[in-house]
Structure formats: structure tokens, C-alpha cells
């Protein structure tokens, strides 16, 4: 097996962290253990080295994301396991996402239950992400946000400089290993209740899952985004052309500023496409 590294970033999961890194010891003695201690004012660093993890300390809070890139720069492991320290996801899953790397994916995925989903709200918003991610890949994707994942090193490690610093790094992990024709593979597993309290905050997030359903577009093919909405000023327009020259043989400003948000869509999702494929041009 190549060489293991499993990266759990943590802030403030003292509570919780021990018992996660005893199961990963467990079930993986070999494995190299990270914890990037995200800014934590408790004993989280502590306990990560009392268990024998190597610690990455931020001074300050700097985001999920950014924990994550931080983890997969120190890690030394040909594949990298992502989890997180809040023990919602089971070390006796790992050896299935590992399963799923050896028989040839680039990226194998944890991919939750509706039952795992911590409230209704959120399961109905992630089913609505994997469908849309879905319909713009071509390909079936499971669990779109899933923070449980294992994938290749060097492959994860061209993408950092597109990953985000907050919570949304799972999304653009994923359209990214699609866009660039990396195969990824799900593996069902069932995410536990997380003790103490979770760090989304509902408004703040709930205007950062809305930005994530525009930014699945923009990571894979803009124009499949920006395209049925040109289409539908389009139409929009042309309808009211119709209807005010029927009634009035006239050719109003309405109808000129719908048919003119056409255009400047299309061309938008034109241009974007464009900017798209540079940025997944390697460094």
C-alpha cells in the first residue's frame, strides 16, 4: 500500500478529537497523522500530539479550507485521507475509500445517507447540489459536500491554488477532478452525530451554499450555466415582441432590454468558458 496520510483539520474539538485519533491508530498503525489546529483555543494541539499526530497550528481561524491545503502540503503520504475531528466519520470507513483508490479512481468519496444529514434543510440542499453537479458533469455524484474522502496526492495537490479557504473546499475539489477527466468513486458510509457545537453559522452559510450553486457552474462549463438563462431572455423577449406588435405594431424598450441581457449572457458564459480552461491549465 503507498504510503498513508490521513489530515483531520480541528478547531476547538477537544471534546472529540482524542477519541477519533484512538480509532484511527486502531484501525491504521502505520498511517502518518496530521492535525492542523485551526486556531483553536482549547487543548486541541495538545491532545493531537499526546496522541502522536503532527500539528499544524494557525495563530488564527483561517477557514476548513485552508486547513485542508495546509495538512496536504506538510503530509508525505502518496494518498491523502480527509476527515474530520469532530468524530462524525467512522476510521473504519477509511479502508473502503482506500478500497475504491486501488481499483483505479483518482478520488474516492464518503458519501452520506439522507439518515446522516444533520438536519432537513441541509439534506434537502445537498440532494439539490448532487443533482445539479450531476446534470452538469454527465457523471452520478453522490455527495457533492462530503468532507470524508481519500484521493492521490500529487493529482489533489494541482488544485490547490482553486481551493477556497472556507467550507465550500469539497465542491471545487470535486468539479475540478471531473473538468480535468479524474475518475472519483463513492463509497456508503453513515456520518455520526457530532458533539459540542458545529462552526456553520445558518445565514452566513446559507448565503455560501447559494454562491456554491453558481460556482458549480463556473468550475466545470460555464456555459451550461449561463446558456438556459441567455435562453430564457431570449425567449422572454422574443414573447414580448410578439405580444406589443400584435397589440400595438410596436417594438417596445422591454423587449429590447430582455433580447440585449440575451446577448450579454451568452457572452458572459463565452468568456468565462474561456477563463475556465486557463485556470485549469497546470502551474
Do not use: C
Amino acid at each position: 500500500m503507498p504510503k498513508l496520510s490521513i489530515i483531520i483539520p480541528a478547531r476547538d474539538e477537544a471534546a472529540n478529537l482524542g477519541a477519533v485519533l484512538t480509532g484511527i491508530r486502531r484501525q491504521l498503525p502505520d498511517a502518518e497523522l496530521i492535525v492542523v489546529d485551526d486556531g483553536s483555543t482549547d487543548d486541541t494541539g495538545r491532545i493531537a500530539m499526546d496522541a502522536g499526530a503532527h500539528v499544524v497550528r494557525h495563530p488564527q481561524a483561517l477557514g476548513n479550507g485552508a486547513a485542508i491545503k495546509a495538512g496536504a502540503r506538510r503530509a508525505g503520504g502518496d494518498v491523502l485521507v480527509f476527515m474530520d475531528g469532530d468524530g462524525q466519520h467512522d476510521p473504519a470507513d477509511i479502508p473502503g475509500l482506500l478500497g475504491r483508490i486501488d481499483t483505479g479512481y483518482s478520488m474516492a468519496v464518503g458519501a452520506r445517507s439522507h439518515a446522516s444529514q444533520a438536519s432537513l434543510g441541509r439534506s434537502f440542499a445537498n440532494r439539490f447540489y448532487n443533482r445539479l453537479a450531476s446534470w452538469m458533469t454527465g457523471q452520478r455524484i453522490d455527495d457533492l459536500t462530503s468532507g470524508f474522502r481519500a484521493v492521490h496526492a500529487d493529482q489533489f495537490r494541482e488544485f490547490l491554488h482553486l481551493l477556497p479557504n472556507g467550507f465550500s473546499y469539497p465542491t471545487t475539489i470535486t468539479m475540478a477532478f471531473f473538468r480535468s477527466g479524474y475518475p472519483v468513486g463513492y463509497v456508503p458510509i453513515i456520518a455520526g452525530k457530532r458533539l459540542g457545537k458545529s462552526h456553520i453559522k445558518p445565514l452566513q452559510d446559507g448565503l455560501r451554499f447559494l454562491l456554491i450553486i453558481f460556482k458549480i457552474g463556473t468550475l466545470y462549463s460555464p456555459i451550461k450555466l449561463f446558456g438556459p438563462i441567455s435562453l430564457l431572455f431570449l425567449l422572454s423577449g422574443l414573447s414580448n415582441y410578439i405580444y406589443t406588435f400584435i397589440n400595438g405594431h410596436r417594438f417596445t424598450n422591454m423587449s429590447a432590454l430582455l433580447l440585449s441581457a440575451a446577448v450579454i449572457v451568452f457572452l458572459v458564459g463565452l468568456v468565462s468558458e474561456q477563463i475556465t480552461a486557463l485556470m485549469y491549465q497546470k502551474q
